[in-house]
């Protein structure tokens, strides 16, 4: 009988053993499978319908919140939390969204553990109310500028184009906005039909609101490149201040027989200040030949083309340059066009920002960034942004000459008609029309500016802006970058000399 009992016993431990590996083994080791698996939606249904932390500006305006669901407005409502963007479609391209059934995006989907209360640090903190349901939710803390942020929308009046405003000196956002744009509202919606329906046609609009077309999109820059061309040949000797390019209306480059043209077919030339103050084509089309296809093609790798734009949000486009230097090497003429920022150059709002920066901040170019940090619910700092220098693409001496040229535009170039700033602030700057269509045919092109101030003796900018409106009708086609972007970018930098500290 004893010895029944001694056998029972062993089976009933080996047993027991058994299933405590197996519970271990799915509770412990295989809990991120669970998680994972789409018919779990336990976990799914927990997070969402819990507290959710904010996101706040850097003026502490509360731009994401979670709140109780009103039970008089929807009676039906299964869930009892909310999800609302105060601010609507003003930082959708920052936030993004937050929703059960169509994912989430932007700061929504890179900081969702922070928000969501789930990093080492908050369920550290919450270890010493092991009986009670403590709110873990965390908070994300944005660079951006709330009064900028308005500025840029405004600024823009409703046309299709983008406005970034950076910190040159740090490569923090101060203000990023894209028209057009949504509201994440109706998107975090609990009505799965009108959540669909809003998506369908955001979908369809051949705008792409649901893309931040800021930094999630590239375009033609047009003559904003010569900033690189300038640099490039600066730093290769191809030209200096003393340069001069004869005063013409049209060059043939090698390789064929089309020959290149001023913008409106202008005879243009001079000095280096000249050409570049005015904008012409032709001077920076012979600058890029003279490099070489495998000098120029280095030059521009310096900036960061033909890479990930180091963005702390997911999803960032990169700069494209067109070709590389075997390529080039079968055609100059191909070339010679992308000198100037036509042809296949396509270049990110905020790149473009990041450029002018370099030359602001005297050669270096910070990697952007527009969260300063994130909060447990204790005001612990989980992580926080260290500034720091992504590429440094041109010399401290380079960086001075191109703020002089800069200048030259707005005293007496393309961006004299709108870029005087208030209170007599010296602003530097460099215009672009990214002329898309073929030669013959109907105008369409892009309106581009990039700006910096304060660019006086001595100083140092505090603040970048990039303009590009895009080309979708007669209005920004037949204009150009000083004249349309240029006055985007000078409300922008008068607002960002008052409200950004020195």
Not at 25 to 44: K, S, Y
Not at 345 to 372: E, K, S, Y
Not at 397 to 425: F, W
Not at 478 to 490: E, F, I, M, N, S
Request: charged share 20%; hydrophobic share 40%.
């Amino acid at each position: 009988m004893n010895q029944r009992i001694r056998h029972l016993t062993a089976v009933l431990l080996l047993l027991f053993g058994a299933l405590f590996v197996s519970l271990t083994n799915w509770q412990v080791r295989q809990q991120n499978v669970l998680r994972a698996d789409g018919r779990n939606n336990r976990t799914t249904l927990r997070d969402f319908d819990s507290p959710r932390g904010r996101i706040l500006t850097a003026d502490n305006k509360v731009i994401a919140d979670t709140v109780p669901v009103d039970r008089a407005a929807h009676p039906n409502d299964k869930f009892d939390w909310q999800r609302t963007y105060p601010f609507g479609e003003l930082y959708a391209h920052l936030t993004g969204h937050y929703t059960f059934g169509f994912g989430s995006s932007h700061a929504e989907k890179e900081f969702d553990d922070v928000l969501a209360g789930r990093t080492a640090q908050q369920q550290l903190e919450a270890t010493g109310s092991l009986f009670e349901k403590v709110d873990t939710s965390g908070t994300v803390h944005l660079t951006v500028n709330s009064e900028l942020q308005e500025a840029a929308k405004a600024a823009l009046k409703g046309r299709e184009g983008s406005a970034v405003v950076l910190d040159p000196r740090t490569g923090a956002v101060l203000a990023m906005y894209s028209n057009p744009s949504y509201d994440p509202n109706r998107v975090a919606s609990h009505d799965g039909g009108a959540v669909l329906g809003y998506l369908n046609e955001l979908n369809a609009d051949e705008g792409k609101p649901l893309l931040a077309n800021a930094w999630q999109e590239r375009y033609m820059p047009g003559s904003t490149f010569k900033i690189v061309t300038t640099t490039v040949g600066l730093e290769t000797g191809a030209m200096n201040d003393l340069s001069v390019f004869e005063n013409s209306r049209s060059w043939t480059p090698p390789d064929t027989k089309k020959p290149i043209r001023n913008y409106g077919k202008k005879v243009c030339g001079g000095d280096l200040a000249e050409v570049f103050r005015r904008s012409c084509n032709i001077p920076f089309a012979q600058t890029a030949v003279t490099v070489g296809p495998s000098l120029f093609v280095n030059g521009v790798n310096k900036f960061g083309f033909d890479e990930q734009l180091p963005f702390d949000l997911p999803g960032a486009a990169w700069s494209t340059f067109g070709g590389t230097a075997a390529e080039f090497d079968d055609s100059l003429a191909l070339l010679a066009i992308h000198g100037f920022g036509q042809g296949e150059v396509q270049v990110v709002p905020l790149h473009l920002a990041m450029i002018a920066g370099a030359v602001a901040n005297g050669g270096a170019m910070r990697a952007p960034f527009v969260v300063t940090d994130t909060r447990s619910a204790r005001g612990t700092v989980i992580s926080a942004t260290q500034p720091r220098t992504w590429k440094t693409p041109m010399a401290p001496a380079t960086a001075a000459t191109l703020r002089r040229l800069m200048i030259g535009v707005v005293e007496n170039g393309t961006a004299t008609c709108c870029l005087r700033l208030a209170n007599g602030v010296q602003a530097a700057a460099k215009t672009g029309t990214a002329q898309l269509n073929p030669e013959g045919q109907r105008q369409r092109s892009h309106a581009w500016i990039t700006a910096f101030a304060p660019a006086g003796e001595g100083q140092v900018p505090r603040a970048v802006v990039a303009v590009m409106l895009k080309g979708v009708n007669d209005e920004i086609s037949t204009g150009t970058g000083g004249r349309l972007a240029g006055p985007v970018a000078k409300t922008l930098l008068d607002t960002a000399m008052r409200v950004v500290p020195d």
